[in-house]
């Protein structure tokens, strides 16, 4: 049989191996066996791989001996109850719609209705980057190897090796697990944010609160859940409002370190949303956000592009121009020249635009370009 999915491939797994005597009958019925070994298949870029052999004897009727290898690879390291499998980010190497990994190779048409394997063959050599295991380090694997009719899917015959490996990437679970921190770190953010004016507006509590329903999984589901988030909120709004810093550098240093690019523009997103929530964005929580940005290690442009998207002018009371046209210090004088030409042209286009609120943002905005020009050109 084809395992449809993990929950039925771990079920196959419990009940072959709960049994010691029953697994060791039906290895000695099929008379196959399976052996891996772990080698550096690019010497150069030392990038594992493991070896899969198998040996013995294949029965096959009469109308399936044309056949199938298909391998699949399980974590037992916690034991077989709570296994779990290798993942795949190769779609041809993935189990139907799932990422589960699964390996097949065709192993072609059999000669006789036994056929016996005197000597070790290669059914397969998978490369480590193919995987993605739950978790880094030292791991117990599981591998079986099934022989499938090729006309109908049926196993034909099945073994498997134990084996461990030490994995050096961080793991699925790993990766969720980081995930999650940073998503709990963003919080912290969101309320530097917020009291970068010395406050924090009910309506600010509730983009984070709302936020953090929606994004955190420990937050998400029941009523017991979204009470302690209530708690964990007000313990640190009465923090704040008694003056408790909060460490900007080092919490956006552990998030760089946690989180992809991605997953950090989404946190410096939250901490827009935040800014925005009264309906005014102080020079004191737009100094903030360009602060968060840098820390976050996000790029210059992609922080002005976001802004521009997030933060209409007329909400932001910003005496600096610069902040909002996108001039930075570091920038030369034909670099300033370029970003507010590109700014112009920009702005421009929307001045007849149909929305009266885009025309009123493009005037604003025309205006603000128009005092740089003369600050930081002529």
């Not at 993990?6 to 290895?27: N, P, V, Y």
């Not at 090729?150 to 699925?172: D, H, L, R, V, W």
């Not at 005014?280 to 820390?295: C, M, P, Q, S, Y």
Request: hydrophobic residues 40%; positive net charge.
């Amino acid at each position: 049989m084809q395992f449809k999915g993990f929950e039925q491939l771990k079920s196959w797994i419990w009940d072959k191996l709960k049994d010691t005597g029953l697994f060791e009958q039906h290895r000695q019925e099929n008379q196959l066996d399976c052996s891996v070994s772990l080698a550096a298949e690019d010497q150069q870029n030392q990038k594992d791989g493991f070896v899969v052999r198998i040996k013995g004897s294949i029965y096959a009727p009469k109308d399936r001996r044309h056949t199938v290898a298909q391998i699949v690879i399980t974590d037992v390291t916690n034991g077989i109850s709570k296994a779990k499998p290798a993942h795949s980010s190769l779609e041809r190497w993935q189990m139907n719609d799932s990422s589960v990994f699964c390996y097949s190779t065709e192993l072609g048409r059999l000669p006789k209705a036994v056929t016996k394997l005197s000597d070790w063959i290669t059914v397969a050599k998978i490369d480590a980057d193919w995987l993605t295991l739950p978790r880094r380090g030292k791991r117990d694997l599981l591998l079986v190897v099934s022989i499938l009719s090729g006309k109908s899917g049926e196993k034909i015959a099945s073994t498997y090796s134990n084996f461990i490996y030490e994995n050096p990437a961080a793991g699925y679970i790993d990766l969720q697990e980081n995930i999650e921190r940073a998503k709990i770190l963003a919080i912290t953010l969101a309320f530097a944010v917020a009291v970068a004016d010395n406050d924090i507006a009910d309506c600010e509590l509730e983009v984070i609160k709302s936020w953090a329903q929606t994004n955190i999984a420990a937050f998400s589901g029941s009523n017991r859940s979204k009470r302690r988030l209530e708690k964990a909120l007000s313990r640190t709004v009465s923090l704040l409002n008694r003056g408790q810093q909060i460490n900007i550098p080092g919490v956006c240093a552990k998030i760089t370190e946690l989180a992809a690019y991605q997953q950090r523009c989404d946190i410096l997103q939250l901490c827009m949303y935040v800014a925005k929530a009264t309906g005014t964005v102080t020079e004191g929580k737009f100094n903030t956000l360009g602060n968060i940005a840098d820390r976050l290690e996000i790029d210059k442009g992609q922080f002005f592009e976001m802004t521009e998207r997030f933060l209409p002018p007329d909400i932001c009371e910003v005496k600096d121009v610069s902040l909002l046209v996108g001039i930075t210090s570091d920038m030369s004088k034909d670099q300033a020249r370029e970003r507010i030409n590109k700014q112009y042209r920009k702005w421009s286009a929307r001045v007849t635009n149909f929305d009266p609120e885009i025309r009123q943002q493009a005037a604003l905005m025309l205006d603000y370009i128009a005092k740089a020009r003369n600050e930081y050109i002529e």
